[in-house]
């Protein structure tokens, strides 16, 4: 399997990661108009009815930007499905989806062939993010087109492999669309995901400290303070673990380092969770690379550079 045809716009490989809570439109638009693949989560959209909204608007602006710049077209947008069941807006937002054709779907806790089967048949494809080798393979087994590897050190709900080690065992089976995420926010990281074997760098928490991103002033310059040094992993604040930022923990009253163990039962993402993202803030160890908060085409244009450098130095 080859990449699919999707990525040929792509100007710097990468995809920037649907942000829950942070990621808009305009975010999106900005990431695909410089280059990357643009997402963010159909349940950022809320009340469920402005996902439509949003899909519009994205569609509308970046079909006008291609028009006006047909030398530089735009890189295709995904939307990220949670597919656990708790999303009760699912069935919703899949239609909404299909409405729109979305080019990419970006499935997470949970494998669904039914939910595979509906993007292909508006001509979409799948990538399913994936914390181990394991679930890799049931992920490709239920018809996903891709698997995105969340490594350590990623923001949100990361996983705890060395990425040498993730992407090296899903390689040995598989040859099709694979993203790499954890830590990367240069564009020395993107080419070093290539080298490992990925096809494409998934970046995030750099992204929130963009003038786009719908976050917080000082959820932003948190991270452009911040290092690796201030992430604390833990699963207290949803049931699955994540990494998080721990200066937004002591706000909440809470010491980062001696953090309670949650119920992994007790995890709801259509709306408990909605609060915690808020005031706890998620990130991953990579942000040492963001050093002011900056506009997204800014950011991608910097990693455009050192990528393109990094090249040069190892002489490819």
């Known amino acids: 399997m080859s990449l699919s045809p999707l990525f040929d716009k792509l100007r710097l490989p990468v995809i920037g990661s649907p942000l829950f809570i942070i990621s808009n439109p305009k975010l999106v638009i900005a990431q695909c108009q410089a280059g990357i693949v643009g997402s963010m989560p159909a349940l950022n959209a809320r009340p469920a009815s402005q996902l439509d909204e949003w899909l519009a608007e994205v569609t509308e602006t970046l079909a006008a930007w291609d028009r006006a710049h047909p030398e530089q077209p735009a890189a295709p947008y995904a939307i990220n499905q949670i597919v656990h069941k708790t999303n009760d807006r699912l069935e919703h937002d899949m239609m909404v989806c299909a409405k729109y054709r979305v080019p990419i779907v970006i499935t997470s806790l949970g494998a669904r062939p ?158 408990g969770a909605t609060k915690a993202w808020k005031d706890i803030w998620g990130c991953g160890q990579g942000i040492g690379a963001v050093k002011a908060v900056v506009p997204a085409a800014e950011m991608v244009a910097r990693m455009q550079r050192e990528y393109a450098l990094a090249r040069k130095r190892l002489s490819l």
């Open 114 to 271: 039914e939910i595979n089967q509906a993007v292909h048949g508006w001509g979409g494809i799948v990538l399913h993010d994936i914390i181990d080798n394991t679930f890799a393979h049931k992920a490709i087994d239920k018809g996903a087109d891709g698997l995105i590897a969340v490594a350590a050190g990623a923001g949100g709900h990361a996983g705890v492999k060395s990425p040498f080690a993730l992407v090296q065992e899903i390689r040995e089976w598989f040859n099709g669309p694979l993203a790499l995420s954890g830590s990367i926010a240069t564009g020395d990281a993107v080419l070093a995901a290539q080298a490992m074997g990925a096809d494409l760098a998934y970046i995030g928490s750099a992204f929130i400290a963009t003038e786009e991103a719908r976050a917080a002033e000082a959820y932003k310059q948190c991270i452009v303070a911040s290092t690796s040094d201030d992430i604390v992993y833990s699963n207290l604040f949803t049931g699955v673990h994540g990494n998080y930022l721990k200066p937004s923990i002591r706000n909440a009253g809470l010491d980062p380092d001696n953090l309670p163990v949650s119920d992994p039962s007790k995890m709801n993402f259509a709306g």
